[in-house]
């Protein structure tokens, strides 16, 4: 039996009309419904503690929590920290999924790779 993953590619344009408890609703639907997020532009270090949260209030038998890697929101250059603080957008990507099926994340600087599956033995 062939075992679907479902990812899911979320734009910039379709999260910034979503601020505070909305965007991190949308973050948890979506995983709590076994989505594995990437999204195009990082969440912030609070939006990151924000979910983390809001994570740990909903973890029951049916959902074990999430996995999530940020990759390129951490870079501490002058340019990029005069960006960040006149409110413009670096770049980077966020991704996010549900712990039952995210096995294993290894990030670098350059790269995140996710190892996915649904744990049961083929």
Known sequence: MLMQIQIEFISSALLSGKEGKEKIDFI??????????????????F??????E???????SKFSGIEISTLGADTADLKTALIKMLGG????????GPSSLVRHVKRDPMSIRLFAGDGRRR
């Open 89 to 96: 957008k670096t770049g980077g990507l966020t991704v996010i």
């Open 47 to 52: 939006e990151e503690s924000r979910l983390i």
């Open 28 to 45: 948890m639907s979506s995983v709590r419904n076994g989505k594995i997020l990437v999204l195009e532009d990082p969440l912030s270090h």
């Open 54 to 60: 809001a994570t740990m209030k909903k973890v029951s």
